[in-house]
């Protein structure tokens, strides 16, 4: 029984990476509220405050977003056969498509019609970036939590304002996660 279950469990995680991977342009961070959609909010195999951590473990683990992101979700659910699973169901569309574009690159590189659809695309893109944006930032503001809400605007300053480079963004707010974590230790030690 507990094999059938683990079989109905990888493969429904395939045919989400799939499909998420199949279906959404734009890069990493589009992404990210698919997966929120799908993870947390439709499998429930995630809450949302681990649906945070494991952006944050994507953005600062090499590769790709997507790619990272399954690996959590997939070693959660079941192990390394879930990894797998995972990594295999969101590698193969993008590999599939390349395979294709790579094959028909003259004509393509040269279609007014498919550079146009390309070009419109990033609007989309950008408005999916803002959806993320708002999904994942509006938590930390109804917590109501001054250093957290301080943090993401510092983190959104420095990146825009100052065009920090967000390699320096996510060292910086791990530290301050790491003193933050072990002072609220230390205060309910003593």
């Known amino acids: 029984m507990k094999e059938q279950n683990k079989k109905k469990i990888l493969l429904r995680l395939f045919l989400s ?20 959609k ?25 590769g790709a977003i997507a790619v990272n992101g399954a690996i959590v979700v997939g070693y959660k659910l079941a192990g390394i ?9 969101t590698v193969l569309p993008p590999f599939a498509i390349i395979t294709v574009i790579s094959v028909f690159y003259q004509a393509f ?20 970036i803002a959806s ?11 917590e ?7 943090i993401m605007a510092g983190a959104f300053i420095a990146a825009c304002f100052f065009e920090v480079n967000v390699i ?7 530290l301050i996660g790491v003193i933050r974590t072990l002072t609220s230790g230390w205060r309910t030690k003593n």
Request: glycine residues 10%.
């Open 168 to 174: 320096y963004i996510i060292i910086t707010c791990g």
């Open 17 to 36: 990476t799939l499909y998420l991977s199949a279906f959404t342009f734009g890069g990493g961070y589009v992404i990210v509220t698919l997966m929120k």
């Open 81 to 89: 056969a879930g990894t797998v699973t995972a990594i295999f169901g």
């Open 109 to 128: 590189q040269s279609n007014w019609l498919i550079s146009q659809l390309l070009e419109g695309m990033q609007a989309g893109v950008g408005a999916v």
């Open 144 to 150: 109501k939590d001054t250093l957290s809400i301080a």
């Open 38 to 62: 799908k993870f947390v909010d439709e499998c429930h195999w995630i809450e949302e405050n681990e649906m945070l951590d494991l952006v944050a473990i994507a953005q600062s683990s090499p």
């Open 132 to 142: 993320v944006t708002l999904d994942m930032g509006t938590p930390v503001i109804k």
